[in-house]
């Protein structure tokens, strides 16, 4: 790192931030009943950013280039090419964190010092507990992975952390007869105990199970249940249009001290949390050295405050929060769901709204129509929409539920989406 940074001064910029990234990765691959494979992976590199100053008459005006140096290459070349090309950039300038000192926060499971033991207890878990009747494991690659991550920078900060991630791809295979159905289903934790493997694998089986009667479903209007794994996907336009960087490009649709949804009775509570405990975006501090924090961003309904990065904090002159973390929705109002038609979705095969107008069209890989307390699986067809209107009537329950990078209700129902399907 020492040797990076005086190359880099000895360049001639104004300002650098460099990221150390040094993980160790424990992989395992399973394939059916038996353990196929495992390897370890080891990866060792640097993310630098590098800031050159430029006076336009009265402007004051920045280049800046960010690339990826492996230190088994030449760091002169690549600082050639960042002083050309910061030469030609000419943005705004903004200023590095000056100081900075890591919030305390956990990201790292002890257990996953000991790949090995872990990984054999994950193993003999899924093992386990994927076999039922008509059910049996197809595939499943787990991922134990920690980081040792250094941020120092030209404006003095030196800070380092520790992170643990847990990944885990399965396929399960459910076969009655001569009819054959495969379901794959993707988890990230930080924490074991979080993974909640044998509840999931549980779950996941009777979903298998259920996908050999599947239907499609029928067309129109319907209340939507949306699985919890993708409600942060689904608010996705919300955390934009809240984030300093939409305000000072003029398209935020959100003015400080309004109402977020006008017409809407269901407020809530929404905040970003880099304090969560295993949360997947928790952190003692960001890319650009802010410590990690809590923040309030929507206060029953009410916006309350842009969430900013150093630069965009600079260019509006507020405060900076560092980047929009895990996703806590707090219900304001609790009405019971109670609709005796809707559908359940289990799995979209892709839900990605669109961040500034917030229409969506999702397909759908597995779910349920509920009516009269009678469940029908489904699978085909998509749900469609637009967040900022769907949320005009949303249900939640007052049930609170942790999945990795969302804290808050289990039940996020929007009234009135189309469906497409036969």
């Not at 010092?113 to 009747?133: E, M, R, V, Y």
């Not at 404006?155 to 643990?164: H, I, N, P, S, W």
């Not at 499609?216 to 919300?238: E, M, N």
Request: with cysteine; charged share 30%; proline share 4%.
């Amino acid at each position: 790192m020492k040797n990076i940074t005086t190359e880099i001064q000895n360049f001639g910029f104004d300002d650098y931030k460099v990221i150390e990234i040094d993980s160790r990765e424990h992989q395992l691959y399973l394939l059916r009943d038996r353990l196929e494979s495992r390897r370890t992976v080891e990866t060792h590199y640097y993310e630098i950013t590098v800031y050159l100053n430029h006076n336009k008459q009265t402007e004051k005006l920045q280049g800046e280039y960010t690339f990826v140096y492996k230190p088994d290459t030449d760091l002169k070349v690549y600082l050639e090419q960042a002083k050309i090309a910061c030469a030609l950039i000419q943005n705004r300038r903004y200023s590095l964190v000056d100081s900075t000192i890591p919030s305390e926060v956990k990201v790292m499971d002890p257990r996953l010092h000991d790949p090995l033991k872990t990984g054999q207890l994950l193993t003999d878990t899924i093992h386990k507990h994927s076999k039922a009747t008509n059910i049996h494991l197809s595939s499943a690659e787990f991922y134990l992975k920690k980081s040792v991550v250094t941020l120092s920078t030209s404006t003095g900060v030196e800070v380092t952390k520790e992170k643990g991630l847990i990944e885990l791809e399965a396929s399960l295979l459910g076969k009655k007869g001569n009819r054959e159905q495969e379901l794959n289903f993707h988890i990230q934790r930080r924490s074991v105990d979080d993974l909640h493997l044998e509840k999931q694998l549980r779950e996941f089986g009777e979903h298998t199970r259920n996908m050999l009667q599947v239907q499609v479903p029928k067309s129109g209007k319907a209340t939507v249940v949306f699985p919890v794994a993708d409600i942060y996907k689904l608010l996705s336009p919300i955390i934009f249009h809240s984030s300093g960087r939409a305000k000072d490009k003029a398209i935020s649709r959100f003015k400080l001290k309004e109402k977020v949804i006008e017409a809407g009775s269901n407020t809530f509570t929404l905040k970003s949390s880099g304090l969560l405990p295993y949360g997947l975006y928790s952190d003692p501090f960001d890319e650009d050295g802010i410590p990690g924090q809590d923040h309030t961003i929507i206060d029953r309904g009410v916006f309350e405050k842009y969430w900013t990065t150093k630069r965009y904090a600079d260019y509006l002159r507020i405060e900076p929060t560092g980047v929009f973390k895990n996703l806590v929705i707090e219900p304001a109002i609790e009405i019971a769901f109670d609709d005796n038609d809707y559908y359940e979705i289990v799995q979209f095969s892709d839900l990605s709204p669109d961040p500034i107008t917030g229409d969506f069209v999702a397909e759908i890989r597995l779910g349920y129509h509920v009516k009269n307390d009678k469940k029908t699986p489904i699978k085909g067809g998509s749900v469609s929409g637009n967040v900022f209107e769907a949320l005009k009537s949303v249900y939640f329950t007052d049930k609170s539920i942790f999945e990795g990078d969302y804290l808050g209700p289990k039940i996020l129902a929007l009234k009135d989406l189309s469906i497409s399907g036969q």
